[in-house]
Structures are given as structure tokens and as C-alpha cells.
């Protein structure tokens, strides 16, 4: 059995669409879902799945806490879905290459520090781009710079607003992410 982690800050609809995905999976199981937030969105969603929450500080993600959790919980993959703090590197070099990250755009454009959610479209939005996306990569030391899983893309319209680039960019991440999180850990098996 596979265990995942989902680490979240907010609302959580990417983290219960991962639940719902293996739920009935006898090889892959969603086992944890962490937050930085005690308010978080996800937390009130993910009560009703009966999966373990872990609700942290920043202090505790960077004092080894949170990978203690990790490991007592026998995590083979983390996944962020919308979570807002950078991962230290005790973490990533115990998971290298076994945490991933799904972003709001087609990397290389619109990452980096403070971009996230609806600040991403509306760069999107205000550069006139004519498609945008979803891209899942690995996490690494820097801010969406990890070697590239996978890409999706939608067609934009011109002077399309920025709520509307975050509704097709949301369905997206609904449609893609638990599928690559499939492929993955069936790679690993």
C-alpha cells in the first residue's frame, strides 16, 4: 500500500477530489492531510473522509515535527495542493523526489515566491496570453523549479478575467492531478 500526505492551507478542493480518487483503491491511500492553517478549508472537508489531519506552525515544519509525522505515518509520496510555505530541505532530501507540487500555470511562467491562486491568473490575465494551464512538477530547494511531471493546457479568450482563467485552470486540476499521482506511485510499485 502507498501512502499519501496532502499538504493544504486553504479551501481543499483539490485535496478532497484526491480522497474521493482512492478511496476504493486497494494500492494507494490518501493517509494524511497537513496544515499550516487551523482554519483551512480542507480541514472541514476532508472531517466527513475520516482521514488523520495534521495541523502545524512554521517552526514545526522547519524543526522536524512535521517529517517526524511523516514517517511515523510510513508516507511514500507528498503532494501540495495549494499549500503556501516553502518545504525545507531535511524534507526534501528525505522525499526527493517524492513530493510534487501542482501550480496554476504553465511553468516556467508565473511561479516563484507569492504566486499562487488568483495572483497567478491575474498575471495571465493581464499579459494577454492566450492559453494557460496547470503544471505538476517536483518539489525542490526554490519555489516551482522542480523538473517538470506534467502539462495541461486551456484556451484563453481575449481580456478573459482573471476568475474566469482560475475556473478552467481548477478543472483542470480536478481532471489531472489524481491521475499523475496514480501514474507515479504505479511507477514505484
Known amino acids: 500500500m502507498k501512502r499519501i500526505a496532502i499538504f493544504a492551507s486553504g479551501k481543499g478542493s483539490n ?21 499550516n492553517n487551523a482554519n483551512a478549508g480542507v480541514l472541514d472537508r476532508i472531517k466527513k473522509h475520516g482521514i488523520k489531519t ?20 510510513k508516507i511514500d509520496l507528498i503532494v501540495l495542493a495549494g499549500f503556501l510555505l516553502k518545504i525545507p530541505k531535511t524534507i526534501i532530501q528525505t522525499y526527493l523526489n517524492n513530493i510534487i507540487n501542482i501550480h496554476p500555470s ?9 504566486m499562487y491562486g488568483i495572483r497567478v ?6 499579459s494577454k496570453d492566450l492559453e494557460s494551464g496547470i503544471t505538476i512538477h517536483f ?8 523538473a517538470i511531471i506534467f502539462q495541461a493546457k486551456c484556451r484563453l479568450y481575449p481580456n478573459i478575467k482573471a476568475n474566469e482563467i482560475q475556473k478552467k485552470v481548477h478543472k483542470l486540476e480536478l481532471k489531472f492531478l489524481p ?11
Do not use: C, M, W
Not at 139 to 146: C, P, R
Not at 179 to 189: A, S, T, Y
Open 15 to 35: 485535496a478532497e477530489n484526491i480522497v474521493k480518487y482512492f478511496k476504493k483503491s486497494n494500492t494507494i491511500k490518501v493517509e494524511l492531510i497537513a496544515s
Open 139 to 146: 518539489v525542490n530547494a526554490s519555489y516551482d523549479d522542480g
Open 121 to 126: 491568473h491575474q498575471k495571465v490575465s493581464e
Open 179 to 189: 491521475r499523475i499521482i496514480q501514474n507515479l506511485l504505479d511507477v514505484k510499485n
Open 106 to 114: 504553465l511553468l516556467p511562467l508565473y511561479g516563484g515566491k507569492g
Open 54 to 73: 495534521f495541523i502545524f506552525d512554521k517552526t514545526e515544519l522547519i524543526n522536524g515535527k512535521v517529517l517526524q509525522a511523516l514517517q511515523s505515518q
